[in-house]
């Protein structure tokens, strides 16, 4: 059988993947983990055919970075990307680390079983796009790759001043995007803005970002 490792913090969702395995007759559960940096320490001591791995865990890396070095020391070994998160990122960054096959937990029209399935067989899911989130009065794919930009620094807590310096551009501007982001989702101010936004799941802040590149100014 297919020896498969979990990595997700949540009690529900890791137990309902550990019952799947379990009772899929073809697939063995090789372990449990509630942090992703334990991940590649696990596949180092035991065969490991594929990991389940959630992007927000706990532990001090995220799925994402514990993939990549995953991939990078056992490229044989598949890995399955499985997140409840809309963040824009994800998708991007996912693709970078070589994860296999990406998996909304909510959100794909296809289930979990299949995409294991198929990524077992050779094949790489990924959805064509993170899915749009309603922001105020506004769709998320309404705002442009800067916008997104200066809108994880507001998550992050950065001053105008400070999150100027981050990505080289005049305190004047970022002013201006975060008038026009507020302007299309109708928010009273940044911090309604900010709770809104990281309520939604649309950004996670404090974590790395790949940018898009040409994003505009």
């Known amino acids: 059988m297919k020896q498969v490792l979990i990595v997700e913090d949540q009690r529900m969702p890791r137990r309902y993947m550990e ?45 994402i970075e514990a993939a990549a070095e995953i991939k990078a020391a056992f490229p044989a070994i598949k890995v399955i990307i499985v997140t409840s998160m809309v963040e824009v990122g994800f998708l991007q960054r996912a693709k970078a680390a070589g994860a296999d096959s990406f998996w909304y937990k909510d959100l794909s029209p296809e289930e979990l079983m299949e995409v294991i399935d198929r990524t077992m067989a050779g094949e790489h899911l990924y959805p064509q796009k993170t899915p749009t989130v309603q922001l105020g009065l506004a769709d998320s794919t309404e705002l442009t790759a800067k916008e997104i930009q200066v809108l994880r620094l507001v998550c992050d807590g950065l001053e105008y001043s400070e999150i100027g310096e981050t990505l080289g551009l005049s305190e004047r501007t970022v002013k201006y995007h975060v008038s026009n982001i507020l302007q299309k989702t109708g928010y009273a101010n940044k911090t309604r803005l900010a709770i809104a936004v990281t309520g939604k799941q649309f950004i996670i802040p404090n974590l790395p970002e790949t940018p898009e590149p040409g994003a505009p100014e």
């Open 19 to 63: 019952q799947m395995i379990v009772s899929s007759g073809h697939y063995a559960l090789a372990g449990s983990l509630s942090g992703a940096d334990l991940a590649l320490a696990c596949c180092r001591r035991q065969p490991i055919d594929l990991v389940l791995m959630d992007v927000c865990t706990a532990g001090s890396k995220d799925g």
